[in-house]
């Protein structure tokens, strides 16, 4: 897949490091933008694109891997590579239990990182195809009268029409001309269709 569209964000206080790993990116066709600190790079306009962070575990202030706490907190979900001259075994475990991509001791193989951004990169459009896909559902759903989301929940929920009838006092044709409008709206090939996009409204609603 062509990454022409995507940014790889590099944050490291060692400007050698940000250079060396910025001309790495840019032989490999990728496009980089390198900041010394975290607070360049929170309060720098990224464009919205495919992306992932190749950041520093020891930075002036916070740490790297504090600042990824903090992404997940502030709502940034951008995948992250973790590269470090001072790695152990505590560091990599809670790095990669909260999501990390990678953890790369320096100095690292340039292939490594590569392959770790391919990865991070694919994750990301991954996510991004998703979310767009849940908002179209959400925008679908948005147009349904009170009365085809209520029939629509209790078709969710496993109620044949005449069941549904019964709990609503309509009649089964009121029921049809409703459920059909639901699957139309929700452009629904199926019953487990339908199922399926109420699952992904609900799990975004919950988040």
Do not use: W
């Amino acid at each position: 897949m062509a990454n022409m569209d995507a940014v790889i964000y590099v944050v490291d206080d060692d400007l050698s490091v940000r250079e060396a790993v910025s001309n790495l990116l840019a032989s490999a066709g990728l496009h980089a933008q390198a900041f010394a600190s975290t607070e360049e790079f929170l309060e720098a306009n990224r464009p919205d694109a495919p992306s992932c962070l190749v950041l520093d575990v020891k930075l002036p202030g916070i740490s790297g891997l504090d600042f990824q706490e903090h992404l997940d907190k502030i709502g940034l979900p951008i995948p992250i590579i973790f590269i470090t001259a001072h790695g152990d075994i505590p560091m990599t475990r809670r790095a990669m239990k909260a999501g990390a991509i990678e953890f790369l001791t320096k100095p690292f193989q340039k292939e490594e990182l590569l392959a770790a951004i391919h990865q991070a990169l694919e994750r990301d459009r991954k996510r991004r195809a998703e979310q767009e896909a849940v908002s179209g559902l959400q925008s679908r759903f948005e147009k349904l009268t009170s009365r085809e989301r209520e029939i629509m929940d209790l078709v969710v929920a496993g109620l044949l029409n005449k069941q549904i009838a019964s709990e609503l006092s309509l009649s089964e044709v009121t029921v049809k001309f409703h459920r059909g409008h639901v699957m139309q709206k929700m452009q629904a090939a199926s019953l487990p269709e339908l199922v399926r996009m109420c699952e992904k409204l609900k799990a975004r609603s919950q988040r």
